[in-house]
């Protein structure tokens, strides 16, 4: 069985470093409610702005889980994350598929934004599953930025 990578791609009303600022510094105020590693709900995302840095969910009680890591961060260019939960959705340092982002700039002062989450054959047997969820998953997130980003011009 082939598993595809997830590809999604939108254009916001931002400039590309005004994009990349939005989508890593203000993830909670865009990402879907609901959509995160369980109860109870997230308070926050973080990502440390450098390679090396951890990409975490802050929870509703205070907890810090760990989703991965940042393998790029080029502001207004590129974020490619590490995203470590397993087919569980638990924290594994062993497992690894990639979220690239790129914010690319297109016409009337617009970003390209395009993410890519690959590698989705190392969920094993959970990939077909798995890939068919976060394609609808990404595509939630995405539309829900370009609406945050909407509404803070």
Known sequence: MTIHPVKKSITVSAS????????????????KEGQSSGNPWFRDFRMEP???GKWTE????????QWG????????????????????FAYDPDFITEVDIS????????TQVTLEHRNLERFGE????????????WLRHLTSFADYVKVQK
Do not use: M
């Open 16 to 31: 590309p470093e005004q994009a990349f600022e939005l989508f890593t510094q203000h993830t909670a105020k865009w990402w």
């Open 103 to 110: 914010f690319v700039a297109a016409d009337h002062g617009q």
């Open 126 to 137: 959970a990939a077909a599953s798995f890939e068919a969820e976060l394609d609808k998953g």
């Open 58 to 65: 802050v929870k509703a009680d205070g907890k810090i889980i």
């Open 50 to 52: 450098h390679a090396g």
């Open 69 to 88: 890591k940042v393998l790029e961060w080029q502001p207004g260019k590129r974020l490619l994350l590490a995203w470590q939960l397993n087919s569980s």
